[in-house]
């Protein structure tokens, strides 16, 4: 089956530094990554659609600039939390959709913790 | 705005009876549901799925109902310990994720 690796999945970094989070399409071959945020006891939250080799779409209230995503090959998409905060502590997971497939075709990594402190 | 509400947060039932797990939403747009499991830090895993115009989808023991405006409804039967997680309902709208439900089920 589809297989979607997320890395790391737990950091602890400074205020004020950056953090990068990869997403990897292992067995196939994903032209659109989603960026999801989830606080404790409440709902993933879309961030962004990573588009490959084009500009990332993100949500309202998203700052663009903070949350960098990059989606430079069909398997890999990055995303950079500059600048971290305390607030931006949270859980990121990332999904990628196989070709071909509908709704069901979802795959998401295992997540990233990432705590700043 | 959550277009995708679970309005129950947890859920407590005994090994060997029905779970059951709903799921309202507010966007007529939306034509598809999915529902998807959730163990603590680990990303979601895709349970099944129902499409706007079917009112019945089964796999197994999982059974997910669309009989009602606006409104799913998740049936495990019969419920197992290891089905304690958090279940989320998403429509297929880049998966508007309802708030999910804490399922227990005591041995």
């Known amino acids: 089956g589809a297989v979607v690796s997320q890395h790391p999945s737990r950091v602890i970094c400074k205020s004020g530094t950056s953090v990068k989070i990869e997403c990897r399409s292992l067995?196939?071959?994903?032209?659109?990554m989603f960026w999801y945020r989830q606080f404790p006891k409440q709902s993933l939250m879309l961030m962004a659609t990573?588009?490959?080799?084009?500009?990332?779409?993100?949500e309202q209230g998203v700052e663009k600039d903070k949350f960098l995503i990059n989606h430079a090959s069909l398997t890999l998409s990055t995303l950079t939390v500059t600048s971290a905060h305390p607030e931006d502590s949270s859980f990121y997971i990332c999904?990628?959709?196989?070709?071909?497939?509908?709704?069901?075709?979802?795959?998401f990594g295992s997540g990233t913790r990432l705590t700043v402190v | 705005d959550q277009q995708v509400k679970q309005n129950s947060p947890s859920l407590s039932v005994q090994e060997g009876r029905i779970s059951i797990l709903n799921c309202d939403y507010t966007?007529?747009?939306?034509?598809?549901f999915l529902w998807y499991k959730k163990y603590p830090a680990e990303g979601p895993t895709f349970l099944i799925s129902?499409?706007?115009?079917k009112d019945k989808n089964e796999d197994g023991r999982f059974t997910v109902l669309n009989k009602s405006a606006k409104h799913l409804s998740l049936h495990i039967v019969p419920s197992q310990p290891g089905d304690s997680a958090v279940y989320f309902c998403?429509?297929?709208?880049?998966?508007?994720f309802g708030e999910g439900t804490q399922l227990t089920v005591n041995p």
């Open positions: 999904s990628a959709r196989r070709p071909r497939t509908g709704g069901s075709g979802y795959t």
């Open positions: 067995d196939f071959q994903a032209t659109t």
């Open positions: 990573s588009n490959e080799g084009s500009k990332a779409t993100y």
């Open positions: 966007n007529s747009m939306f034509d598809y």
């Open positions: 129902i499409s706007s115009i």
């Open positions: 998403a429509a297929n709208s880049r998966l508007t």
